[in-house]
């Protein structure tokens, strides 16, 4: 019967994940991926591999459903690629499952450092995204963040954020400020929300951790029924499902 059992293991095909995840570019795709949106010529130059071999591994993610692909908001040329950290968490406990059902999911809760992590978010116009993921990573994580955001051309706050916000129980009182005006504070993160502010956000002190999230403008995105409403509401889903993953690297930096 042991043998029996063992042999019909043997015969059982690894799970998807670990498949498309066992070749070495791809996981390198991955993993590079995980820090943030990058776009094709990017991913090039760190792996050191040629263009089409990059982009064909990047096809095979697309068609997994792992890495999302979305045309930049600065130059229509480029394609920022993303890294569903959700969908491969669930593929991760799917082919933790099918070898042990008690690794089908783990949870483990962080001892917190007393020192605070300080991260920056930065958008154009500092008046929806940055806001909003400066207000939602402050619900989160609390105290054990000093969390800023700023802008490069500052204007008020658009109601489609605290609106959305404020179905999520969060009020979002906030004054836009300018990037430059924090350009010579030190942080660990400093994140840029679109594409546009990338190409000119400053340097900052300390080596921070310069993530980019490719996130299209929700103030331009209008309907008949909700203006640019549904447009901000989709954005605070997205922003919560991101800093859920931000936060866990906070915990793993607090760690250390």
Aim: hydrophobic share 40%; glycine share 8%.
């Amino acid at each position: 019967m042991y043998l029996r059992c063992v042999a019909n293991v043997e015969t059982l095909e690894p799970p998807p994940f670990v498949r498309l995840a066992s070749d070495p570019l791809r996981w390198r795709l991955l993993c590079e991926l995980s820090h943030g949106d990058r776009r094709v010529r990017e991913l090039v130059e760190t792996l050191g591999q040629p263009q089409n071999l990059v982009s064909y591994h990047l096809r095979k993610l697309r068609v997994a459903e792992l890495v999302t692909a979305r045309r930049s908001s600065f130059d229509g040329r480029d394609t920022y690629y993303h890294l569903d950290l959700g969908r491969c968490a669930g593929a991760l406990a799917e082919a933790g499952g099918s070898l042990h059902p008690a690794l089908a999911s783990s949870s483990a809760n962080a001892t917190r450092a007393a020192s605070r992590i300080k991260v920056l978010f930065v958008c154009t116009g500092n008046s929806g995204r940055s806001p909003m993921a400066e207000a939602l990573l402050r619900h989160r994580a609390g105290s054990t963040v000093e969390v800023f955001s700023a802008g490069s051309h500052p204007k008020p706050v658009h109601p489609g954020a605290v609106r959305a916000l404020a179905e999520r129980g969060i009020a979002l009182e906030h004054e836009p400020s300018h990037v430059d005006g924090l350009r010579h504070r030190r942080f660990h993160w400093v994140i840029s929300l679109c594409d546009r502010v990338r190409e000119v956000c400053p340097e900052f002190p300390g080596h921070p951790r310069v993530v980019h999230w490719s996130l299209p403008d929700p103030a331009e995105e209008t309907d008949d029924a909700g203006g640019a409403y549904p447009a901000f509401r989709r954005l605070a889903d997205e922003l919560d499902r991101r800093i859920g993953f931000l936060t866990a690297r906070i915990d793993e930096v607090k760690r250390a």
